[in-house]
């Protein structure tokens, strides 16, 4: 771990176990935090955002982020075997949002801003007695960042929630999934041996331990939580926070509609309903309701089967594997329990329902689900309504945009969705109506460290990324001044 600017083992000497979700083997050890390390963590933190410059010196942080650049760039091709490795992503997906992508810009983007933000502006106003009234609005650093990040896309959420944080001002207490902890550790020992990052700025903490994991949440010592995880967690995050008046930014979950017009080109539904199926559906922002007009609906169920009988499961190594496995044995449970539970309630399941048939010997024990396709449930099932976050599919039918919108509308959650229109008009009219915090209209991409990121509803508050996300990590300030007037 990295603790005030320390490479540290746990001080119990306790360590966990790194699961390969692929083999169910076991890949390494990781240090286990206890509650005396994560207090050592949090006051780190505190004392090196008020006893050090790093809120005030931007020379300082947009130096040390272009060393972290480089360092990450110089152990690309590692950290990207180690997160096929521990992750269980296909190697494919790394070329993408899994490493290529955030390593691209997340850290450059925000170190722009540290001289392109307007971090101070000025408001003219009437003064008393003739005299003027100078009022300045002042953009300052939070304070101490909790960042705790998910299991499924690890480095990205970490480099897209590290830059901003850093850049900004602030100091990070950084708590990786334990599913997932090497690339957070590794990031950590880049900061201590590759970067100029005062002691303390950057804290990585690992641990299996919830109770240890919830001190992040209470400490009055942590001036902001930025979680990204399941709409079950981040709710509990902001009772835990609640005594403490800690500021939220919460990337929960998601069961997006992907919208299929009648006006629609068939050939885009089946690589949209295929995508569904990338890194094992472990997605937030997966379009697993995939809403088709009646005209088309049974041609494209039937076209969506086939091509998932012929998706490419198994090895995540292997360049043309497309699902890979789910994180962990008890994720696979859920995603099969929640299949057979639809099964039970009257669906189809047109294909798949069942762990991955056939494997080679060295995946026997690995945590595999079948890409899988449901029909025959209405919205407001259980299983069309509940994050899955494994490759399953929901197809459902409607007759006219306006139900279209309705149901794609008739969730707790808002965090994406995409619609497929030979008419754009036609298609950002959908978009324009769906409560979510981002859409895709034919095929458009909405991801990038400039573009704000979040969900309505149960799917989060706030933004990640762009000049919004920036701002999750700033406090702000009014500054007025008398000035008499001469005369």
């Known amino acids: 771990m990295l603790i005030a600017g320390q490479l540290v083992e746990a001080a119990s000497g306790a360590e966990f176990d790194n699961m390969s979700p692929a083999t169910g083997m076991r890949l390494g050890a990781t240090a286990a935090a206890g509650e005396r390390d994560m207090d050592r963590a949090i006051a780190a933190a505190r004392k090196a955002f008020d006893n050090t410059d790093w809120s005030t010196n931007r020379s300082l942080r947009r130096r040390c982020l272009e060393q972290l650049q480089s360092a990450l760039e110089a152990e690309q091709e590692d950290l990207r075997e180690e997160l096929v490795a521990e992750v269980g992503c296909p190697s494919m997906t790394t070329q ?60 990205e959420v970490i480099l897209n929630k590290l830059g901003p944080a850093l850049a900004a001002g602030n100091t990070v ?16 020992r880049l900061i201590a041996e590759k970067t100029d990052i005062p002691a303390g700025v950057v804290n990585v903490v690992t641990t299996p331990s919830n109770d240890v994991a919830a001190m992040l949440g209470t400490d009055p010592r942590v001036d902001l939580v930025s979680f990204t995880g399941s709409t079950a967690v981040g709710r509990l995050l902001m009772r835990q926070g609640a005594d403490t008046m800690k500021r939220m930014f919460l990337e929960l979950g ?16 089946v690589p949209t309903a295929v995508g569904v199926c990338v890194h094992a559906g472990q997605a937030c922002a997966a379009t697993s309701r995939m809403l088709v007009h009646r005209s088309l609906y049974e041609q494209a169920v039937a076209d969506i089967t086939t091509a998932y009988q012929a998706v490419p499961v198994g090895d995540p190594v292997d ?88 149901i794609a509308n008739d969730s707790i ?18 978009a324009r109506s769906i409560r979510t915090g981002s859409f895709g209209v034919n095929g458009g991409m909405f991801y990038g460290a400039d573009a704000p990121f979040g969900g309505y509803k149960s799917s989060g508050v706030g933004r990640q990324c762009g000049i919004e996300g920036f701002g999750q990590y700033l406090e702000t300030k009014t500054i007025a001044r008398r000035e008499r007037r001469q005369g």
């Open 413 to 430: 959650f808002g965090l994406a969705g995409a619609v497929m229109s030979r008419s754009a008009d036609r298609g950002m009219a959908i």
């Open 173 to 188: 207490v950084l708590k990786p999934d334990p599913h997932t902890p090497w690339n957070a550790t590794r990031l950590g």
């Open 96 to 155: 993408s949002a899994q490493l290529d992508w955030p390593l691209a810009e997340s850290l450059r983007y925000p170190a722009h801003l540290i001289d392109a933000f307007e971090w101070e502006r000025d408001l003219e106003g009437g003064g008393l007695f003739g005299d003027r009234n100078v009022r300045t609005v002042v953009k300052e650093a939070a304070g101490v960042v909790a960042a705790v990040t998910p299991s499924n896309f690890p480095i």
């Open 319 to 406: 360049p043309g594997t497309f699902v890979g496995p789910v994180i962990s044995v008890a994720q696979q449970d859920r995603v099969l329990t929640s299949i057979e539970q639809a099964r039970r309630a009257g669906a189809e399941i047109t294909v798949g329902g069942g762990p991955v048939q056939d494997l080679p010997e060295h995946l026997a024990q690995g945590h595999f689900v079948a890409p899988t396709v449901i029909v025959g449930v209405e919205n407001s099932s259980a299983i069309a309504q509940q994050e899955v976050f494994g490759p399953v599919l929901v197809v459902l039918p409607f007759d006219d945009d306006d139900e279209a919108v309705r």
């Open 254 to 269: 998601g069961k997006s509609a992907a919208i299929v017009l009648d006006d629609a080109n068939p050939a885009v539904i």
